[in-house]
T-cell receptor
């Protein structure tokens, strides 16, 4: 049990749909992250939040919109996605925003865009 | 900018044989180094990490990695693998003063009975 949960675990959506991914951490951490994991590619950092403020946005298309209402919850709102956005989306948290901190990952949401 | 190279995308190993998974990094400053493991249908979890001090770090399930600054490497080793070690292994690096964690492309370890 990692202490980080993600829902849904699987999602199929059309290119015109709007959906949201949810992440919740039960570890009392101050930093949360969204990553995209595609086959044969390194994990891509998408967004970083520290104490509910976004501190990094790695040139992610605007069809991905993050939301962090409090330090325990993180959302990724999706709209008008493309087939190449199909991937495993991982949420992670760490105690603080520091390079030596261990990141704790959720099980991911497997997204398929048709 | 930091980067990580895992040259082996797949490594098949017989059960109870030794294994080494290679990781090389590139950075112009001091680094922290990590190995994460991803079991099927799960997220990543920390296996071990090097922050400072002894260059040899160990995990609770028999893996070890050695930080070699001159060769900019952080290879992962285990003297005798088990079926339960089947997973994908990711090497990652962060630079001191930079919170960003950069991952390699991963190495899929397959254990042959």
């Amino acid at each position: 049990e990692t202490g980080v949960t993600q829902t849904p675990r699987h999602l199929v959506m059309g290119m015109t749909n709007k959906k949201s991914l949810k992440c919740e951490q039960h570890l009392g951490h101050n930093a949360m992250y969204w990553y995209k994991q595609s086959a044969k590619k390194p994990l891509e950092l998408m967004f970083v939040y520290s104490l509910e403020e976004r501190v990094e946005n790695n040139s992610v298309p605007s069809r991905f919109s993050p939301e962090c209402p409090n330090s325990s919850h993180l959302f990724l709102h999706l709209h008008t996605l493309q087939p190449e956005d199909s991937a495993l989306y991982l949420c992670a948290s760490s105690q603080d925003l520091a390079g030596e901190e261990t990141q704790y990952f959720g099980p991911g949401t497997r997204l398929l865009v048709l | 900018a930091q980067s990580v190279t895992q040259l082996d995308s797949q490594v098949p190993v017989f059960e109870e044989a030794p294994v080494e998974l290679r990781c090389n990094y590139s950075s112009s400053v001091s680094v922290y180094l990590f190995w994460y493991v991803q079991y099927p249908n799960q997220g990543l979890q920390l296996l071990l990490k090097y922050l400072s001090g002894s260059t040899l770090v160990e995990s609770i399930n028999g893996f070890e990695a050695e930080f070699n600054k001159s060769q900019t490497s952080f290879h992962l080793r285990k003297p005798s693998v088990h079926i339960s070690d089947t997973a994908e292994y990711f090497c990652a690096v962060s630079e001191t003063g930079n919170e960003k964690l950069t991952f390699g492309t991963g190495t899929r370890l397959t254990i042959i009975p």
